[in-house]
């Protein structure tokens, strides 16, 4: 007989079950633990997101999802068939429910109970950040499991007994890539990836992130794992650090595109009900102190570069950004810089959203070969953050034009420099959370290797 998981013995066993996982910040899995767990990484062409897959629920099935930076936990699509005899309700005023700052309760849903119908159970608001859309869902915990070894098979499982995500609705996956049913948070917030799996597997609080180019693969590991990439390349001891900064004022939107709801489209907050939530912010920014392209400095207004009171300025790192997103003024210089180094190679047509294009069939040996580098100053760095010709350029339109890969924020951005997925594509980035600090590799193609030739175990 199949137990209904929203009976009230099942919420309280769930409920137990979780604090015991989250009640240390070491608490040992229930199975297959080790130094590190990892995810796939796959690139969605159509959308240009990022795209894993891993287990979920009893009995486990694989689960798509879009990786993301920000976002304050995982979210799964609830609605379509979520079918599970292990999930449980979170319930209202319990310790993990308390610690979601922005969490309600939810008391108003007259269906049947189910995984997205469970009244008097914690509520939060998963959000899909490629559309600013949102809504209210439940807090559940089910079984989840990742891979602890990587090539040339995934495999053995790591389980987690009861991960906390929220329950999403169908609506939140327009916009997303085909077959992606929820969204992966690798934020700095207390419930995202990171932080979970730290706790429940004793790792380290620190992830590395290494996004493939099309048609390739790459991965995010979770823990102390040496960077060893086919042939023979260790990057453990040749990444440079920058700090991780904070922003005091979330910059990610909350929305909805139904306008009957209670939910209004606002920068930082969320109502409902009469009720007003502030998003923490939980992004990742660093420090940009200048912009050079082939080594010369590119003239910027440096105020801009700093987060000033009110949260604007600064630096994010975004994955559901496809491309790097500057404020007017820097997209201005940063572009007439490029242009200025490109020399005599004939322009093509501005292909939207890039304005700077040239004709590829006149690029010689390709996107790697001759484009300038733009190199990123760093606060701490005695390095900058070199960006090839392969991770700023883009293929666009169907006349063969190869673009700078920048887009036009406008002349008042809630963030100036959004440094976007293709500027991040085969070059290793360390998220240390305990210090607080980023630490990046060198493009690894120049090192004769790409994340697809990542090893684990």
Known sequence: MTRLRGSPLAVAAGALLLLLVLGSPRCAAASGGGSAVVLPVNKDDATQQYVTVFRQRTPQVPVKAVLDLAGAMLWVDCDAGYVSSSYAGVPCGSKPCRLLKNAGCAVSCLDAPSSGCLNGTCAEFPKNTVTSVSTAGNVLTDVLSLPTTFRPAPGPLATAPAFLFTCGRTFLTEGLAAGATGMVSLSRARFALPTQLAGTFRLPRKFALCLPAASAAGFVVFGDAPYTFQPGVDLSKFLTYTPLLVNPVSTAPYGRKDKSTKYFIGETTIQLNGRVWREKPTDYFVGLT?????????????????????????????????????????????????????????????????????????VVGGARAVLPAIELQLQSTAAPWVVLGASSMVAAGKGGALCLGVVDGGTEPQTSVVIGGRMMEETLLEFDLEGSRLGFSSYLPSRHTTCDNFRLG
Not at 316 to 334: C, F, G, K
């Open 290 to 362: 200048g912009i050079r392209v082939n080594g010369r400095a590119v003239p910027l207004n440096a105020t801009l570069l700093a987060i000033d009171r009110k949260g604007v300025g600064g630096t994010r790192l975004s994955t559901v950004s496809p491309y790097t997103v500057l404020e007017r003024s820097i997209h201005q210089a940063v572009t007439g810089a490029f242009a200025k180094e490109m020399g005599e190679i004939p322009r093509a047509p501005a292909v939207e959203p890039f304005e700077l294009c040239y004709d590829g069939s006149k």
